[in-house]
């Protein structure tokens, strides 16, 4: 779609997004079944908000769309690390979603 080897959801922050919502629902202690929902929701979020960072004089292109998303996942991705910090004590969890596990 954008013709760009580097546009994957890693890079354009929709990854990071996902994981922020999820890591809040934990750190707020929302119900586990609403876990999937959540993520799927700051994903979609992300997405928009990238698409809105990257639209400029009624286009977009590649270039300036990977970009916006290396800034959104940078700040999506401090902003998890903060909730990891100071959120809750269930780091173990956390880390275990963000980085995948098979166990």
Same mark, same amino acid.
């Given at each position: 779609?954008?013709?760009? *080897?580097?546009a994957d ?6 990854s990071?997004g ?10 707020? *202690?929302? *119900?586990s ?5 959540g993520?799927?929701?700051?994903a ?5 908000i ?6 400029r004089?009624?286009t ?5 769309l990977?970009?916006?998303g290396?800034?959104?996942s940078?700040l999506?991705g ?7 910090l100071?959120?809750?004590?269930c ?10 596990s098979?166990?």
């Amino acid at each position: 779609m954008l013709r760009n *080897s580097l546009a994957d959801p890693f890079v354009l922050g929709i990854s990071a997004g996902a994981g922020l919502v999820a890591i809040a629902c934990i750190t707020f *202690s929302v *119900s586990s079944v609403y876990l999937p929902l959540g993520a799927w929701l700051g994903a979609m979020g992300t997405a928009a908000i990238v698409y809105i960072l990257g639209y400029r004089a009624g286009t977009i292109t590649a270039e300036r769309l990977v970009l916006a998303g290396i800034a959104v996942s940078s700040l999506f991705g401090a902003m998890q690390t903060m909730m990891l910090l100071f959120g809750c004590n269930c780091g173990y969890f956390d880390r275990r979603l963000l980085n995948g596990s098979l166990g």
